[in-house]
């Protein structure tokens, strides 16, 4: 059997059920390769004085994972710098707080290079390796220059951005023309596609083949939509462990039998998280009668805290959860819960279930996996609503959640009060629906296209390619 050897920024030992919930990328990376006799490689999250290239090797799952450490300026240039101060804001239409530093662009360069010569020699013939996420873009290039002539994919999970936007960005074609160094380029969704071709087509001189691919830079890849899925019956199951149970039996002993609406996102300035409050708030403004009916809670993990506008955003929020407590609270409730901790996704799977109502409205998220967790977790004699926002990508498979607008506070209120006050039939003739849509397209279905549309990939090399 082909090897797969999978490449992110992070990686993180697969724990199983009773392991803490570290986002949608490692689980799903976790869940794609425990099928594979396959290697993950990535950073360790360590820093070290001076880069060695030492690999760490453990086995954790049936997964072996390799893992370097990266200097202090690398974490600054590479991951808070290009990844997260550029790639990330911009690609999630946040020009506002885009910063270009000459720098960042250095560091991004020069980690890729450091992964790329610490992985080839980890690469056997018949590899296929997947490589993940806006962090490592010129990652193939890299390989390649180094003489490795394997299939590789890419799989962005982050919005790929309007072509107006995307040339927005100092060197936006050197990024883009590295992606041609790919066999195979996946995005979420299909509006992520169209927006790269139209970058290709216009800006690149790129044409579109027959086959799905295109063609340009002297060089041919795939381009497709793979949206991501999760291990749905198996977070299903996760309702039935102890953990999951006991944060059941917590949460509805404290909710006092209230409805509980529940959010859960790393805390980002992309998951609309003062807006959902200002929702929240809105919905208790406009209907005094059932303010008291209802508890919202949004459990936000700290995230990237070194970079200014996370830890702006976290300041924020502080005050707007206390400002609308100050305002709401009575001596017996107070309206929001505000949480910065993580937890483990069976304590998740329990907290889902005794929920009425799932909040997920990101401004802009590639996919968002919390909401396919949400419907993954429901009673189905008895489901909550999910509330989506239309810019997340999941909505393009969950169109029976309601779909909301995450900019308005409005919207999110009346979608509120329609899924507090929803009948039971209608929760579970959309729920049904929804259940259905992320079994059939869990991880697995999203691993396998991806894996086998990279295996059929350049079966017949062009004359210009030289790999
Ligand atoms: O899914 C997007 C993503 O950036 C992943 O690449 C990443 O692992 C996850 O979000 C969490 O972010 P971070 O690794 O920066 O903590």
Known sequence: MTRLIVVSNRVTAPTGAGGESVGGLAMALAAALREYSGLWFGWSGRTTPEFTGQLTVQRAEGVTLATVDLEEADLQEYYNGYANKTLWPLFHYRQDLTAYDRSFGEGYGRVNRRFAETLAPLIEAD??????????????RELRALGVKNRIGFFLHIPWPAHQLMVTLPGHKDL?????????????????VQAFEEYVLSEAGGTRLEDGGMRAYGRTARIGAFPIGVDA????????????????????????FRKLIVGVDRLDYSKGLEERF??????????????????????????????????EIRARLDALSGRINGEY?????TPVRYVNKTYRRDQLAGLYRAAQVGLVTPKRDGMNLVAKEFVAAQDPEDPGVLILSRFAGAADQLRQALIV??????????????ALSMDRDERIARWKVLY?????????????????????????????DPY
Not at 405 to 418: G, Q
């Open 329 to 333: 609270a009575d001596i017996d409730w």
């Open 127 to 140: 590899d296929l390796v997947w490589i993940h996420d806006y962090h490592l873009i010129p990652l193939a």
């Open 233 to 256: 019956e198996d977070f299903a199951q996760l309702t039935r462990s102890e953990a999951a149970r006991r944060t059941f039996d917590v949460m509805k002993a404290h909710t006092a």
């Open 405 to 418: 607008n995450p900019n308005s506070p409005e919207d999110i209120a009346e979608a509120l009060k329609r």
């Open 176 to 192: 883009v023309q590295a992606l041609f160094d790919y066999d195979l380029i996946g995005f979420q969704t299909q509006e992520h």
């Open 278 to 311: 200002a929702g929240f708030e809105r919905f208790m403004a406009d209907n005094p009668d059932l303010r008291r009916e209802v508890l919202m809670l949004q459990i936000a993990p700290l995230s990237r805290d070194q970079v200014e506008a996370y830890q």
């Open 436 to 464: 259905d849509n992320i079994v059939t397209e869990d991880v697995t279905a999203w691993r396998d296209a991806f894996v086998a549309a990279l295996s059929g990939a350049r079966e017949t090399p062009t004359p210009e």
